[in-house]
């Protein structure tokens, strides 16, 4: 008799593209959203899932921020992390009960549940000494220079819109709820988790964890949950179907599947827009090298299952 075959084990990290810019927006891509990863589930996949939250992180940003304005003795300063787990409280609620009832009307018998997940950078990290990641809303010079003065803020003017905020962008050191994550794993859960790149937090004396205002990359994020569970594939489901070089010219190309070191040497070349496909690849490349047989994807949310067949996107292997 055929022994059955152990479940694939992938990482999925989902774009800003699959989950929308406002509350009616994310209903309506959770659901379509939730369909792609129950065809990989009919696969026989074992996912995990992680994702963005850049338009809903500024809009929860936002609303904190027109409160505090419209009465400063009463609201306080919202701190980012606090921004950054709201965010994640709010898309696990949508792309759970998304999944939640995909799977029902599939007959698939699994739980789903989401982990607000905080994840260890280093205070040492070169990236806080050169914040890069504009957040929040724009400004006047007279708002941003009285927030540099009342609250010691990084400031860019960006590109004649106006001023706004910078933060660090820190390498993800650990995640520490991953036991947490690996349990429900275990028990046949779908589980969301590393939301937003995570809550970044330091250790401090003690056992005590204190929220980071920075904004961890969720590829990097991602990556880094996939190694931790042991997956065999990580797929980076964002706004193309495959990486390609010469992007936007003429002579365009796109890659079916890549070396490690033949993604390094494009990367090298500047082949991957920063901020773009370039955080998308570098991720691939340190999750295919991090163990042999592992591999990485990059593809379309409604090519998933194409893509783990084989048939789209770009794979990534050592």
């Known amino acids: 008799m055929e022994m059955n075959r152990r479940k694939k084990k992938v990482v999925i990290a989902l774009g800003g593209n699959a989950l929308g810019k406002d509350l009616h927006e994310q209903m309506i891509a959770s659901h379509r959203t939730a369909k792609a990863i129950c ?19 500024g809009m929860i940003q936002n609303a904190m921020n027109e409160l505090k304005r419209s009465d400063p003795e009463r609201y306080i300063t919202v701190p980012l992390s606090v921004c950054v787990a ?48 504009p957040i929040g809303p724009f400004m006047t ?18 590109s004649g819109r ?46 005590h964890l204190k929220g980071a205002a920075a904004v ?12 931790e569970v042991d997956a065999d594939t990580l797929i980076i489901l964002t706004a193309v179907e495959k990486v390609a070089v010469h992007f936007g010219k003429p002579d365009q190309k ?12 494009y ?6 827009a920063p901020g773009s496909m370039l955080p998308k690849v570098e991720a691939c490349m340190k999750f295919a090298g991090s163990k042999p047989g592992r591999t990485a994807l990059i593809t379309l949310l409604d090519k ?5 067949a084989g048939r789209t996107g770009t794979r990534i292997h050592a």
């Open 304 to 308: 998933a299952r194409d893509g783990i």
């Open 141 to 158: 010079k007279e708002e941003a220079d009285k927030l540099v003065e009342e609250r010691d803020y990084d400031i860019i003017e960006d």
């Open 162 to 207: 106006g001023y706004r905020r910078v933060v660090a962008s820190p390498l993800p050191k650990s995640i520490i709820e991953i036991g947490t994550i690996k349990s429900l794993v275990d028990t046949d859960h779908v589980v969301i988790a590393c939301g937003g790149g995570g809550i970044p937090v330091f250790r401090t004396k003690g056992h």
């Open 86 to 133: 709201m965010s994640q409280g709010y898309i696990g609620y949508d792309l759970q009960n998304a999944l939640r009832e995909e799977m029902l009307d599939r007959g698939i018998d699994l739980g789903v549940a989401t982990v607000l997940t905080q994840i260890e950078v280093d205070p040492d990290d070169p990236a806080f000494r050169h914040p890069t990641k």
């Open 254 to 265: 796109d890659l079916d599947e890549l070396t490690v070191q033949e993604a390094q040497k």
């Open 216 to 227: 961890i990359d969720k590829d990097l994020a991602a990556e880094k949950l996939a190694e």
């Open 39 to 57: 065809d990989l589930i009919e696969e026989g996949c074992e996912v995990v899932i992680a994702h963005g939250n850049g338009p809903q992180v």
């Open 267 to 272: 990367c090298n070349q500047g082949e991957f």
